[in-house]
């Protein structure tokens, strides 16, 4: 798992060079949220983060209304319904389906949340017969609009299994840290304070995971564009004669 964590890269972002992305958003949310404050401002730097298309159609009440802290501290009810906590965002956020709604949580209480995206889902859960099947920890499926995955929130397993991906998050940080396995955070983690040194959270194991995930698509799209190649060499006008 720290090999895992270690490895996460999304645009600018790696171990090498702190997260710098991973921090700024987790600092700029978080702090929001103890304030009461999250908005649209927040709203639109996590969708340029993940390259959302469409960040003109979101829209949310200024501030968003979900209480995530009692006096600087995660509100006590978020672990026991964390599959509550993204139903009121998406009644709330217009433009954010069930990812990004996961990601606000992601990184406004890292202490008790995780995203859950296409590549998770596509690993852990239902809906790519290719990337799936290994470690299926979720019912939670994804579909193919286009050549876009998405995790549709008209599903029966929405948002239940949102609460389920949790559980396993945090069950895995409690493993980790029981076992004295260290999460290897990056120097600003820890003299910000944001991090105990060594300690997993559950948006650290998320990360990992993600990580996980996303070499496992990788070699699926290698695997499949060789098949293609292959299919297409055997086809008779491409026949040596």
């Keep these: 798992m720290p090999d895992l964590y270690r490895s996460y890269t999304w645009k600018g972002d790696t171990w090498e060079n702190g997260f710098p992305d991973l921090f700024r958003l987790e600092e ?31 829209s949310c009440p200024d501030p968003i209304g979900i209480t995530l802290y009692n006096n600087h501290m995660p509100a006590v009810w978020l672990k026991k319904e964390p599959e509550n906590a993204v139903c009121i965002l998406g009644c709330q956020v217009r433009g954010f389906g069930p990812t990004y709604c996961s990601k606000i949580l992601h990184f406004a209480v890292p202490e008790i949340f995780g995203a859950i995206d296409t590549r998770l889902v596509r ?58 396995i260290s ?47 292959q299919a297409h060499s055997n086809l008779p006008i491409f026949r040596k004669r």
Excluded at 46 to 52: H, Y
Excluded at 131 to 148: I, T
Excluded at 184 to 190: A, C, E, G, I, R
Aim: glycine share 10%; aromatic share 8%.
């Design 123 to 180: 690993v852990f859960g239902k809906g790519d017969s290719q990337c799936g099947g290994h470690y299926q920890l979720l019912e939670l499926s994804v579909s193919l609009s286009g050549k876009r995955w998405q995790i549709s929130p008209s599903q029966e397993k929405w948002p239940g299994e949102y609460g389920t991906w949790i559980q396993i998050l945090n069950d895995i940080a409690g493993t980790l840290n029981g076992d004295g």
């Design 28 to 58: 700029m949310c978080s702090q929001a949220a103890m304030e009461y404050s999250l908005n649209k401002t927040h709203l639109i730097e996590i969708a340029l983060w993940g390259s959302l298309p469409n960040t003109k159609q979101i």
């Design 183 to 229: 999460c290897p955070h990056p120097p600003q983690y820890l003299q910000s304070g944001r991090r105990e040194e060594g300690k997993w959270l559950p948006a650290d194991v998320e990360t990992a995971l993600f990580s996980y995930a996303s070499q496992v698509v990788k070699e699926s799209n290698i695997t499949a564009l060789s098949l293609a190649e």
